[in-house]
């Protein structure tokens, strides 16, 4: 009798210890095609770097090991486009993009749907198609949150604010979103005039150029909000051409409003330059994509909109926020 | 000798002036529809974001003259630009070693576009297109798509003034004045044109048609890896996209200055110059009377399209037409 309880415990600890450190399914690889549009900056490297990274961290846990197939177009829509279709013809089991072009991108969507494969815009929602989800940043919100504290910074401070604007690429989405924030909060609160409106195609020589010019001819601005602030040197060099790079408090500091905070204008930001943004989020945005791609992969209900809010930063508040990837000397221009 | 033609005629004189009719035209339109552009103030910002351009159409105009092209010129721009600036900013090296190195790079650049076009004779469009990928990529692969900043030490370069002059512009005037005295008054720049307007003729005279050819491209790049250096000053870093489309604004330039896309025809003096500011003022004016964001590429194709139809019209009635340049130079005056 006491050899059969004997065993009984014995086989009751290995199944328990059996139990305790199996995996907790089958472990899966998923094959992923990652299409960026460009890597004009830092934080698409970081996106990259962070959803792998979580991804890995989950593995254990989840059994979903992720294999990630990266390309990137160099700002070409057509080249993205063949990315795809290269993706595709490998028989990924999902596909990530990150579009150069909102409008261009729904034939892409198009045909992953007739190949039976998942497609996930990010960051940069289509126009042209209807993806499976889409996972990002509200572009809209992030610059409504910049541009209703910048008026209330105006206010505060008794200024009547000649602004200028410096658009991004309008065939981007986000840069049509965040220009249309910020003509309605103008309208609606009535903090600034919008004196200038510059487009920058995301171009730096383009931020400079047109900020200068702008200066120029509008000698009374006396505020900016810069769509991004990943060229914040460019800017900095056209105010310092006219004699405008201060830091709040001087007498010659111009008010800026810049979404973002990228590794250049978290710098900028910590000098007083610029006065207020919201954050562009690298590490959020990874870990949503990551678990939404999860729940995919397990079958499980998903949001087919996925969508998170910056957070507002400014001088005061910069260095304390937390996941902050331009704090992350990996990611430093 | 050509023999001067002493009756006036509206379409040669159009054909031989016509850009800088074009060029008053667009100045006047801007001077009355926003206050403060006629200004010595816009003049100098108009001049001054047209620096790195200037130099870099300087350069290519001699490969344009020898009726060939490339349009590898904004990556060449674009690596040379950051491979110094990953030596100064990330590797801590000395500026002058970096500006050094920049620039013996884009000689080399220029001499692997010599060696694919002269020597291997491969088409013109093809293998500058195909180097203009490779020479991206390379950048790319460096500084892993990555914007790499210039150290605040050294940005304060790109909006240094003489008076009211940027510094830039007096350097690109200095460089536009030496390519003009090459293209004018040397033998390589004669031959150059030579080779432009007729080949066989060119090799019949005994000019070393691939040797000057090859030597084009060469000039090529080093214009490009200088037109780089001001270009990265100017905007304090170098991202993935500097230099993107520059080719196509350099070639612009050229063909409003007057430079023949047919080969043989032009001058850097005053023609890439007034080329480059027709550009510039006409960007600068739709900055200063706050032109809809979507007029820029309308208007910009369509001043690229005029000045390509002009060049064609031109090529068409060649032989009536003078064109402006800094000496005469005829075949003649090749050897």
């Known amino acids: 009798m006491k050899k059969k309880i004997l065993v009984t415990l014995l086989l009751v600890v290995v199944l328990s210890m059996l139990a305790a450190f199996a995996p907790a399914g089958e472990e899966k690889t998923v094959k992923v095609c990652v299409s960026w549009n460009e890597k004009v900056h830092s934080l698409i490297q970081a996106w990259q770097d962070y959803m792998e990274m979580y991804a890995k961290e989950l593995e254990p846990t989840t059994g979903i090991k992720y294999e990630w197939i990266v390309n990137v177009a160099n700002g070409d829509a057509n080249l993205q486009n063949n990315n795809i279709q290269d993706c595709i013809n490998q028989k990924v089991d999902y596909i990530v993009a990150r579009a150069q072009d909102s409008g261009t991108i729904g034939a892409s969507i198009k045909a992953a749907e007739e190949a039976g494969i998942p497609f996930i815009t990010f960051d940069r929602a289509s126009t042209s198609g209807d993806p499976t989800a889409h996972v990002g940043e509200d572009g809209y919100l992030q610059a409504r949150s910049t541009a209703e504290a910048f008026a209330k910074l105006l206010k505060d401070n008794g200024i009547e604010g000649k602004c200028i604007e410096l658009q991004g690429d309008l065939l981007d989405n986000t840069a049509v979103l965040r220009h249309k924030a910020w003509a309605e909060v103008e309208k609606e609160l009535g903090a600034w005039t919008t004196v200038a409106e510059v487009p920058t195609e995301w171009k730096p020589e383009k931020f400079y150029q047109g900020a200068l010019n702008a200066l120029q001819a509008n000698p009374d601005a006396n505020c900016m909000y810069v769509a991004s602030d990943f060229a914040f040197s460019s800017v900095e060099n056209a105010l310092s051409a006219v004699d405008k790079d201060a830091p709040t408090g001087d007498p010659k500091h111009i008010w800026i409003a810049a979404d973002d905070i990228n590794p250049m204008g978290y710098e900028a930001m910590v000098n007083g330059i610029i006065d207020v943004g919201t954050t562009w989020e690298a590490y959020s945005v990874s870990v949503l994509l990551v678990d939404t791609l999860n729940k995919m992969v397990n079958g499980e209900p998903y949001e087919k909109v996925n969508l998170i809010s910056g957070r507002l930063a400014t001088p005061e508040n910069v260095q304390t926020l937390e996941y902050l990837y331009s704090t992350d000397p990996k990611y430093a221009d | ?335």
């Open chain 2, 1 to 335: 000798m050509t023999k001067k033609q002493h009756n006036f005629s509206l379409r040669d004189f159009l054909f031989t002036y016509g850009f800088l009719l074009v060029l008053l035209l667009v100045i006047v339109y801007f001077s009355v529809t926003a206050p403060s552009f006629f200004s010595m103030n816009a003049a100098m910002s108009i001049l001054h974001t047209a620096a790195p351009l200037l130099i870099i159409a300087s350069g290519l105009a001699f490969v344009i003259m020898t009726k060939r092209i490339d349009i590898s010129v904004g990556s060449i721009a674009y690596l040379s630009a950051a491979i110094g600036a990953l030596m100064i900013s990330r590797m801590g090296l000395p500026i002058p070693l970096a500006v050094v190195s920049m620039l013996v790079l884009s000689c080399l650049m220029g001499v692997l576009n010599g060696f694919f076009v002269v020597i291997l004779n491969v088409n013109p469009m093809i293998a500058t297109f195909g180097t203009q990928l490779a020479f991206r990529g390379i950048g790319l692969l460096l500084t892993n798509s990555m914007v790499v900043s210039l150290p605040r030490s050294i940005r304060f370069l790109g909006n240094k003034k003489v008076g009211p002059i940027y510094i830039d512009i007096l350097f690109s005037l200095f460089i536009l004045l030496i390519m003009m005295l090459i293209h004018s008054r040397t033998q390589f720049g004669r031959q150059v044109v030579a080779i432009g307007n007729d080949i066989s003729i060119a090799e019949k005279l005994g000019i070393k048609e691939k040797r000057i050819s090859f030597f084009a491209y060469v000039v090529c790049g080093l214009m490009a890896g200088i037109g780089a250096i001001i270009m990265s000053l100017q905007v304090g870093s170098v991202t993935p996209t500097s230099g993107t489309s520059y080719e196509f604004t350099a070639i612009a330039m050229l063909v409003i200055g007057g430079v023949s896309l047919y080969g043989g025809e032009g001058t850097i003096l005053p023609g890439v110059l007034i080329g480059g500011i027709t550009l510039a003022v006409i960007e600068t004016g739709l900055n200063y009377i706050g032109a809809s964001v979507y007029v820029y590429s309308f208007v910009r194709g369509g001043v690229i399209f005029v000045s390509m139809f002009a060049d064609s019209l031109k090529t068409q009635v060649k032989p009536k037409v003078k064109i402006m340049e800094d000496e005469p130079t005829t075949v003649s005056n090749a050897q």
